[in-house]
C-alpha cells in the first residue's frame, strides 16, 4: 500500500458540517423539527466519513489534498495523518453526543446556535487535517472566531462580559501566531508538516530557533490556557450554554494544543527540542498550572467555574506529556487529549442537567441532588474518579503512562506533580459526590422531578461509559491507545 494517497475525502469531512448549517439556516425558523433533524444527520454523517479513514491511519498511512495555492509553504492544503484522523474523530464523537444533548436544552436563538456550532465543527476539522502551518492557521482563527458567538449565546450581561474577555485573548495570540508562521518560513523555507522537524538547528541558529519556538508557544497557550494565558476560561466556560461548555473543554482547548503537538513533532521535533533546553522550562510551567489552577478550583462554588480551573489544570497533563519527550510521556499526553474530552465533557453535560431541571448552579446548594438525579450524578462521579485517577478509568491510564514517561525521562520528581494534582481533584470533586448522595433531603431542596429528558441524558450516559471503557479497554484495536502508539511510533 502506498504511504500517501490522494482522496477528496478531507474535504467532504470539512464540507459536511456545512449541510448542517444550510439546514439549519433554511429549515430553522419555519420547520425547526427539520432543521435539528439536518443538523444531528449532519453531524452523524461527518462521523461517518471519518471513519473509513481508519485503516490508513492505524498503518500510519497519509491521504493528501491540495486546495489552493502553489508556495511550498503558502498553500491551503489538507492532510491526513494518524494524528490528524485521531483527532478529527474525536471532534466528531464529542459533536455528535454535544449536538443531541442540544436538543433537549437550547430552547432559545437555536438556528444562531446550531449555525455557529456547524462551523466551529467545520474549522476545528481543518486544524486537525491541515497540511501546513499556513492552512492550520488560517481554520485556527476561523474557529477563534466563531466561537465568540456560542460563548455569548445567551446575551447576559455576564455572557457579553466573558465573550469580550475572550476575545481580549484571542485577537493578540492570532497576531502572535502570524508573526511564528511569518518567521518559520523566513527561516525554514517550508511550513509543511512531514512528520519530522522542517528546521534546523545549524541552518538557524539557535537564538532563531528559541524565539520562534517562544511566540508558538504564547499564540497556542491561550487556547491551551496554559497559565497565565489561562484567563479567559473561567469566565467563558460558565456563560456558555451547557453543550459547548462541554465542547469549548473538551475539544476546543485542544486545538490549541494540537498546534503545540504540531509544533512539537513536526516543526521542532524531539531531538531540536532536546538540542534547545526548552523541555524542562515547560514542564515547570505545566507542573505550576496544574497545581495552581487545582487550587483556585477548590474554592469555586459555581460548578461550572470549578469546571472550568479543573480543566486548566487537566490540559496541562498533556503539555506535561509532551515535553518529558520520551515514549510514555508522549503515550499519556497523546492520551488524555481524549480522556480529558470524554471525562469533562460528561461534568459540564452533568451540569447542564443539574441547572436545567433544579435551577441550581452552587454547588452548596446541591445537597440530595443525586436522589432525584441518580443516573445523572452516577455519570458525574464516573468521571469525577476519572479526574482523580482511579483504576479503571481513562484518567489512570492517562497517569500511570505520564509517571512512566517520568521516569523514562529520568524526571521522577513530575510524579509528585501528578500525586498532588490527584490528590487536589479529590478535594475539589469527592465533597460535590458525597453531598449529592449522602447529605440532604431531595424534597425539601426542592428539585422539581427525577432525571431529564433522554435527548440530554442519552449523551450524558453515553460520555460517561466511554470513560470506563476507555479505562478498561486499554489495548483494544481502534480505541485512542492503538492510534496514539502510531503516532509515538513514527517520532521517537
Request: aromatic fraction near 12%; include cysteine; hydrophobic fraction near 55%.
Amino acid at each position: 500500500m502506498s504511504r500517501e494517497a490522494i482522496s477528496i475525502l478531507p474535504i467532504l469531512v470539512i464540507f459536511m458540517p456545512w449541510v448542517s448549517l444550510i439546514g439549519a439556516a433554511v429549515f430553522g425558523k419555519r420547520k425547526p423539527a427539520a432543521a435539528r433533524a439536518v443538523y444531528v444527520g449532519g453531524t452523524a454523517a461527518t462521523l461517518l466519513l471519518i471513519v473509513p479513514m481508519f485503516p490508513r491511519a492505524l498503518e500510519g498511512l497519509v491521504i493528501r489534498k491540495h486546495l489552493a495555492g502553489s508556495g511550498p509553504g503558502i498553500s491551503l492544503a489538507l492532510r491526513v495523518d494518524t494524528m490528524g484522523f485521531y483527532f478529527a474523530l474525536l471532534l466528531a464523537v464529542m459533536w455528535l453526543l454535544a449536538v443531541i444533548y442540544s436538543l433537549g436544552y437550547i430552547h432559545g436563538r437555536q438556528t444562531r446556535y446550531y449555525c455557529f456550532l456547524a462551523l466551529n465543527f467545520s474549522f476545528c476539522l481543518g486544524v486537525a487535517f491541515s497540511a501546513n502551518m499556513f492552512t492550520l492557521f488560517v481554520f485556527y482563527e476561523l474557529m477563534s472566531l466563531f466561537t465568540y458567538p456560542l460563548i455569548i449565546h445567551d446575551e447576559t450581561e455576564v455572557a457579553r462580559k466573558a465573550g469580550f474577555k475572550y476575545l481580549a485573548y484571542s485577537i493578540p495570540a492570532g497576531a502572535v501566531l502570524l508573526a511564528g508562521v511569518i518567521l518559520q518560513f523566513f527561516y525554514g523555507d517550508t511550513l509543511a508538516f512531514l512528520g519530522r522537524s522542517t528546521i534546523h538547528l545549524s541552518q538557524v541558529g539557535k537564538p532563531i530557533l528559541l524565539v520562534i519556538f517562544s511566540i508558538y508557544m504564547l499564540g497556542f497557550g491561550v487556547k491551551a490556557c496554559i497559565m497565565p494565558l489561562h484567563g479567559w476560561v473561567p469566565d467563558a466556560h460558565p456563560a456558555a450554554p451547557a453543550p459547548a461548555s462541554a465542547l469549548l473543554s473538551g475539544v476546543i482547548l485542544k486545538v490549541g494544543i494540537f498546534g503545540i503537538v504540531r509544533v512539537v513533532y513536526d516543526v521542532y521535533g524531539v531531538e531540536l527540542l532536546e538540542a534547545l533546553g526548552v523541555s524542562l522550562w515547560m514542564l515547570i510551567v505545566a507542573g505550576i498550572t496544574i497545581i495552581t489552577a487545582s487550587l483556585f478550583a477548590m474554592s469555586q462554588d459555581d460548578l461550572k467555574r470549578r469546571l472550568a480551573y479543573s480543566s486548566v489544570a487537566q490540559v496541562s497533563y498533556i503539555v506535561l506529556g509532551l515535553f518529558l519527550l520520551s515514549p510514555a510521556g508522549a503515550v499519556g499526553g497523546l492520551l488524555h487529549i481524549a480522556h480529558h474530552a470524554f471525562m469533562k465533557g460528561t461534568l459540564f453535560l452533568c451540569s447542564g442537567v443539574i441547572m436545567h431541571e433544579t435551577g441550581k448552579r452552587n454547588i452548596s446548594e446541591m445537597e440530595g441532588i443525586g436522589k432525584k438525579l441518580p443516573l445523572t450524578m452516577g455519570a458525574f462521579t464516573v468521571a469525577s474518579l476519572g479526574m482523580i485517577g482511579i483504576p479503571l478509568t481513562a484518567g489512570f491510564i492517562t497517569k500511570w503512562e505520564l509517571g512512566v514517561g517520568a521516569l523514562q525521562a529520568h524526571r521522577p520528581y513530575f510524579i509528585a506533580v501528578l500525586l498532588i494534582s490527584s490528590l487536589l481533584n479529590a478535594v475539589y470533586f469527592l465533597p460535590i459526590v458525597y453531598a449529592a448522595f449522602f447529605k440532604g433531603d431531595s424534597k425539601q431542596a426542592g428539585f422539581p422531578r427525577n432525571e431529564t429528558s433522554k435527548k440530554m441524558l442519552v449523551p450524558v450516559l453515553a460520555a460517561g461509559a466511554f470513560v470506563i471503557i476507555l479505562g478498561v479497554f486499554v489495548t483494544v484495536p481502534g480505541l485512542p491507545y492503538s492510534l496514539v502508539k502510531v503516532v509515538v511510533g513514527s517520532v521517537f
